[in-house]
Structures are given as structure tokens and as C-alpha cells.
């Protein structure tokens, strides 16, 4: 009982030592507003890892809430690092994905800029509404650096046009005014 105690403490330690992969999207959250919702959205993925090394990157950037993914495009940055590059194929997890990536053989090394990935939002977008966008192993089950989970998200905002927000000011501000006089 003793041996099976200690093996599991050393299996706990080797599993604490592993590292953690996140895909940082740049801006994490991007405010469009309601008169560019069918202008795409052009955003950053940048691979981050604890571990300074990795040979294999594998991405599945998902969204299930209107969101569409439609393009994906690999850095230079990322290209002359990978000896293999994935073309950004839907796979079928999400609503709306792209799986992507690669390997080098002499490793990759962290952070990385992965690409840029291009979104498009809905036609019935509203003020206030947002839409999530995620890497996340526990759905897609292929989302990796190395053999290490891989995780990371971000948001589309639908936000109101400035002019709109001035007036709203502006209207808030009488009614402050007129019940102050009243």
C-alpha cells in the first residue's frame, strides 16, 4: 500500500510539471459596431505555452452562436517555423470551425504568432449582443501543443454607434435636469 501511495505521488508531481498551451487572441474582446457587422473581423492567434518548446500545434478555433469562422491565414512568422502547415479545413465540431496548424521538427518554440483569423458576424446582430469564439479541448478533442491541451477564447461585441451614445448622454442628462427643476 505504501509503493502505490508513493508511485502516485510521484505520478501527481510529473503531472503538475506539465505545461499549459493557451491561444491568446489579440484584441480578446472586439467591439464592431452596428452599422459595420458585415464588415469582417480580422483578429491575432498567438500560441503561449509554459514550456518553451513544442513540436506539433494542433488548433480547433470553434464558435457555436452565429458567429461564422471564414478564413484563417498562417504568419510568415509561423510558416518558416513549421516544417508542416494544415490547410485550415472545417471540421464539423462546432457550428462554425477551423481546425489549423502544424509541426517542426526541431521544435517550435513559444509564443508563436499562429495567423490571423478572419470572422463574420450574423445579419440579425443587435446592439449589446455577443458572440464567443474558443479553442477547447474538452469539445473538440484534438486542440494541443505537443501532447498538452491547448486552450484560449474570445469575443465579438456588438456596440451602438458613438453619435447613438451621445444622444442617450444627452437625453439622460435632461431628464436629470428636468426632475432636479421639477
Known amino acids: 500500500m ?25 484584441p480578446a474582446l472586439t467591439e464592431v ?7 469582417p473581423v480580422v483578429i491575432q492567434a498567438t500560441l503561449n505555452a509554459d514550456a518553451g518548446n513544442f513540436d506539433a500545434a494542433n488548433v480547433v478555433i470553434g464558435a ?7 478564413d484563417f491565414s498562417y504568419t510568415q512568422e509561423f510558416s518558416d517555423a513549421a516544417d508542416f502547415l494544415q490547410a485550415p479545413q472545417v471540421i464539423g465540431i462546432y457550428t462554425s470551425d477551423l481546425f489549423v496548424g502544424g509541426f517542426g521538427s526541431a521544435g517550435l ?14 445579419p440579425t446582430a443587435q446592439v449589446g ?3 464567443l469564439f474558443s479553442v ?13 491541451p491547448l486552450n484560449g477564447s474570445g469575443m465579438v461585441r456588438v456596440v451602438p454607434k458613438p453619435a447613438t451614445l451621445c444622444l442617450l448622454g444627452l437625453g439622460a442628462v435632461g431628464l436629470i435636469r428636468r426632475r432636479r427643476f421639477a
Not at 5 to 13: C, K, N, P
Not at 64 to 70: E, F, Q, S, Y
Open 2 to 26: 505504501k509503493r502505490f501511495a508513493a508511485m502516485l505521488a510521484i505520478v501527481g508531481l510529473v503531472a503538475s510539471a506539465s505545461f499549459a498551451g493557451t491561444v491568446q487572441f489579440d
Open 33 to 39: 459596431l452596428i452599422t459595420d457587422i458585415a464588415n
Open 64 to 70: 457555436n452562436d452565429g458567429l461564422t469562422i471564414t
Open 109 to 122: 518554440s513559444t509564443p508563436l504568432v499562429l495567423g490571423t483569423l478572419t470572422v463574420t458576424l450574423p
Open 129 to 131: 449582443d455577443e458572440f
Open 136 to 148: 477547447d479541448p474538452s469539445i473538440d478533442w484534438f486542440s494541443s501543443l505537443g501532447s498538452e
